[in-house]
């Protein structure tokens, strides 16, 4: 692979310092000439080597990896204690990982001595020269210690996380403590959403939509007339308390476009705050369907870090416990660069086509047993894309009193929050 700087040829190496202006732009385009000319000839002679030497051709295209943002990612050196870990960029698989490898190295250990006890008890009955010689033989070096955090490039060749599904089984005790309504672990509740919008609101027929999306949610409009109460959230979200609902959901606009979710978990809080951006409706997309009145199915993909987790329970109060298979509905909430892409299709299993190609699973291996088995798509709607903005405690008279987490907070590009 050629070098970005590589050492221009004799004539490219002119003067720019020139007065006047028409003779500097020859100048340039002289000198870009000539180094185009030098990156035709050595693209040129990496082909004609290539050719001779295939390996070369396959190792230039395993290292020519583009170093992304998902790539460049990096995480806070904590330990296992972290705490509920809401200001706290790590992963938790990863420290979950962490300390089985402890234990079994642990366990190792242990079994080890027990091994070098006996065998000492076994060679006292030798000589001290024969035990000596016995002890170096079996006695093994201790593991090299391992480096520190990754460089960018080694980040870059080692396979992407993007499409992991969510373990929601690797909760931090302190952040399911500190929220004990989304971590409850009594059996799940019937979810039960009221939808209403912002004061003066023009966005019923979102609103509406969003009764399609979450299952067992009413949409009642909040009065605009000019005698009328202005009930707050807070008051909201008392009246639907009483009422056995589970979630308050509220939709805000600007310029007659959605712009913001806001989800009240009742019936004491937490009160989340998402912006909405690039909203599309169901029958603007090409080839959509219509959704049905099932329950669907409930995709969480990547939420990695406690932050994460909690934002994924979130998600996971507002769907029944139990799809309704026969629908064959599905909703994703797929995370990447703290962005949640939401959409949801219908699928449907066909055969495999002679032109396709096999299911290639994360090791780089075709997935066995699914040979000539295809899934097709069919998107629904509507489709959008949140950002968390902020965390409040409890159910506030005014937004962002006492919060518990906010974003902007992190100015380092390559360190996500969920």
Request: avoid cysteine; aromatic fraction near 6%; hydrophobic fraction near 30%.
């Amino acid at each position: 692979m050629a070098s970005k700087k590589m050492k221009p040829s004799a004539k490219s190496a002119l003067p720019f310092k020139t007065g006047n202006r028409e003779k500097r732009q020859k100048l340039h385009i002289t000198r870009k000439k000539a180094l185009d000319s030098t990156r035709r000839d050595e693209r040129f002679r990496r082909r004609r080597a290539e050719d001779k030497d295939p390996s070369l051709r396959e190792e230039r295209l395993r290292e020519n990896i583009p170093l992304t943002l998902e790539r460049k990612r990096v995480w806070d050196d904590v330990d296992r204690d972290t705490g509920d870990g809401l200001g706290v960029s790590v992963d938790v698989e990863r420290l979950k990982r962490q300390k089985l490898e402890e234990e079994a190295q642990l366990d190792t250990e242990n079994n080890r001595g027990e091994v070098s006890e006996a065998q000492s008890s076994a060679d006292d009955r030798d000589s001290m020269i024969d035990s000596a010689s016995d002890s170096d033989e079996h006695t093994t070096a201790p593991p090299p210690p391992s480096s520190g955090r990754k460089s960018a490039t080694e980040r870059a060749t080692s396979p992407t996380q993007s499409t992991t599904s969510t373990n929601l089984d690797l909760t931090p005790s302190a952040l399911a403590a500190r929220f004990p309504t989304l971590f409850s672990t009594d059996p799940p509740k019937e979810p039960k959403t009221l939808i209403t919008t912002s004061l003066n609101s023009t966005l019923h027929n979102e609103a509406r939509l969003l009764t399609t999306l979450f299952p067992n949610s009413v949409y009642i409009p909040r009065s605009a007339h000019r005698h009328s109460h202005k009930y707050s959230v807070r008051e909201i979200a008392a009246f639907a308390s009483n009422r056995s609902y589970t979630a308050v959901l509220v939709l805000k606009e600007d310029q007659k476009q959605p712009t913001g979710l806001t989800f009240v978990h009742l019936p004491k809080g937490p009160t989340f705050h998402f912006t909405i951006s690039n909203w599309t409706e169901g029958k603007k997309l090409p080839g959509h369907g219509n959704p049905t009145t099932h329950t669907p199915e409930l995709i969480l993909n990547n939420f990695r870090t406690p932050l994460g987790l909690l934002t994924a329970h979130l998600f996971r109060t507002m769907f029944p416990p139990q799809p309704e298979l026969q629908g064959r509905q599905v909703v994703t909430l797929h995370n990447q660069r703290d962005y949640i892409f939401l959409r949801r299709h219908r699928y449907l299993f066909r055969e495999k086509r002679a032109t396709e190609k096999n299911v290639i699973g994360p090791d780089g291996n075709p997935v066995t047993g699914v040979q000539g088995i295809r899934a097709g798509l069919q998107e629904l709607g509507p489709r959008f894309t949140m950002k968390l903005r902020r965390i409040d405690r409890g159910v506030q008279r005014g937004s962002g009193q006492e919060w518990e987490w906010r974003g902007k907070m992190e100015k380092q590009r390559t360190k996500f929050q969920l």
